[in-house]
């Protein structure tokens, strides 16, 4: 069965490499530009394991309960977590513990605790500021992420974080307000906003967005990360 699987995957993971080199050669990228992030959200920990065998180095989670047993489980492998979900900061402590990089920070409160648990655990976390698109003023979005207006506070909390480094932004392609639908131009205001972010953390330069069915559109646009699951992984029932 494992081999099955693995032959699977290393089918899935060629596909979608031709799919981001495609992307790139389009744009006229280099594609070292862009890096694979495979979320592995309701996989088990065996597929982790294949994907680290078949040379991926960064996988997402977003719930606590399910990525902690399994970073656990995949301590021996040189994987980089990310932590993609909306985080409680009832759950920080524990994300702090495996996760390499938070990209889903959209709010000061989560900053404090964050950097608290990371100064404990001796950990340096890089974040990404979540951006949501489908949000106004001083409002949170729909799958979380902090209004454009509130980027450049935000960031400037996490810069001054102790045990938090500053890495860039991160959005999901609105389903409601004037991008939903138009994955493309969602992910062009993401890049704006990333420049204007640079133009003060110039080290703040990951930018990730994209997922399966829009990858061509974030690298288009000049997205640095993509988040692809289902196109890797295949479909199949939630585990619980």
């Known amino acids: 069965m494992t081999d099955d699987r693995r032959t699977e995957l290393a089918t899935n993971l060629a596909r979608v490499e031709d799919r981001i080199s ?11 530009e862009v890096t694979l992030i495979v979320v592995t959200k309701t996989y088990p920990a065996s597929d982790a394991r ?49 996760a390499g990089i938070v990209q889903s920070v959209d709010r000061a409160r989560l900053v404090t605790a964050l950097s608290k648990e990371a100064v404990r655990a001796g950990r340096e976390l890089g974040c990404l500021v979540q951006v949501a698109l489908d949000a106004e003023s001083g409002q949170q979005g729909e799958r979380g992420g902090v209004a454009p207006d509130g980027v450049p506070a935000l960031a400037e909390a996490i810069a001054g974080a102790e045990g938090l480094r500053l890495d860039g932004v991160m959005t999901v392609a609105p389903l409601a307000g004037p991008y939903a639908g138009r994955q493309l131009a969602a992910f062009e205001r993401l890049m704006e906003i990333s420049t204007d972010l640079r133009a003060t953390h110039p080290a703040a330069n990951m930018v990730s967005a994209g997922m399966s ?4 559109d974030a690298v288009a646009a000049g997205a640095t990360h993509v988040r692809v699951g289902t196109a890797v992984l295949g479909v199949r029932p939630r585990l619980g």
């Open 213 to 216: 069915a829009d990858l061509e």
């Open 50 to 98: 294949l994907l680290a065998e078949l040379g991926v180095r960064q996988v997402a989670e977003n719930r606590d309960q399910e990525a902690a047993p399994k970073a656990a489980e995949c301590a021996d492998l040189p994987l980089t977590w990310h932590f993609v979900g909306q985080l409680q900061t009832n759950k920080v402590r524990s994300v702090a513990s495996y």
């Open 22 to 32: 495609a992307a790139c050669a389009k744009a006229g990228r280099p594609r070292d």
